[in-house]
């Protein structure tokens, strides 16, 4: 296994503008030997008697788990901070909450709304921060689907994405930053009311340029698919987002992700084609939101076709998250 995340230590991530392109390499690398190791049951301890702070404004199924879950099978202790459990905002400021927790625990994770208040934390608390998603980004999702991706197609360099949604979301944003690090390309496939901030994107397209791949904006979705191995999206209103419900239902519906899609990508039948989706989805009537209104995002057929990876891409939030943990807070070599 090639990578060393020697460089990482100490380290916080708010954004993957934290990783060099190598760094990012050497963190998934070391998440596939972790998945390794825990598929042979290897349990080393490699954050043995480390304790870690869980402090979540948003909710959560997977990221949450996966912090929990990594920390415990490798010694550590996680402890969850929901909104109304400790006294920030009401009582205490955040700088005086951030040095708090800074001398009781060894790594902080934080989700919420505005970026600034991570940024803030990462300022004041002393130790290692890690995104855990905000309302501007969501790093270590990108992390896992870079690893599903990879462990596909056994590369990133030259892979085509195309994501069909909200183009200018906290994961998309997230992805294209990880696309674009890793020669990638990738297209954003979105109405013009969701495009991202076109000098973004000219930035974004020549650092993957630079690393052999493109990043790019199509509105058309069919024209965006063409050529794709991996078919991405997201949910149209993202948490924060409930009042514009309805108008992104309106204005996305021609971009939900179908079989006609994926046939239009020409990578179904040759086994070259990947679905992914961060998850939690809306793609039946299963849910309080699409009991009426049936699926959004993604149709059902897609969600669950075979060529669907969403459920390993989940299982991978915990090796991912594990990686940057032990890179974070480890403090021997990893053999
Ligand atoms: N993908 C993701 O972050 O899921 P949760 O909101 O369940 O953590
Ligand atoms: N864009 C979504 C991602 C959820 C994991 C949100 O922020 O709600």
Known sequence: MTGNTKCLRGRSLLTLMDLTGEELKALLDLAARLKERRAHARRDGLLRY???????????????CAFVTAAAEEGATAEYLGLHDIHLGSKESLPDTARVLGRMFDGLAFRGYQHDTVVQLARHAGIPVWNALTDDWHPTQALADLQTIRET???LQGLRI?????????????????????????VDCTPPQLAPDPSWIKEMDRCAQAAGGSIRVIHEPLEAVAGANVLYTDVWASMGEELQFNERVELLRPYQVTMDMASATGNLENGRLIFLHC?????????????????????????????SRVFDQAENRVHTIKALMVASLESEEIK
Request: aromatic share 8%; proline share 3%; net charge neutral.
């Open 50 to 64: 480390r304790t870690i702070a869980l402090l979540f404004e948003k909710s959560s199924t997977r990221t949450r």
């Open 153 to 155: 197609f056994g590369t």
């Open 279 to 307: 998850l939690p989805a809306f793609h039946n009537h299963a849910t309080d939101v699409t009991r009426e209104i049936g699926a959004l995002e993604v149709s059902d057929e897609v969600f669950e076709a075979p060529f």
């Open 162 to 186: 195309s994501y069909c949604g909200d183009g200018r979301n906290n994961v998309v944003k997230s992805l294209i930053l990880g696309a674009a690090k890793c020669g990638m390309h990738l």
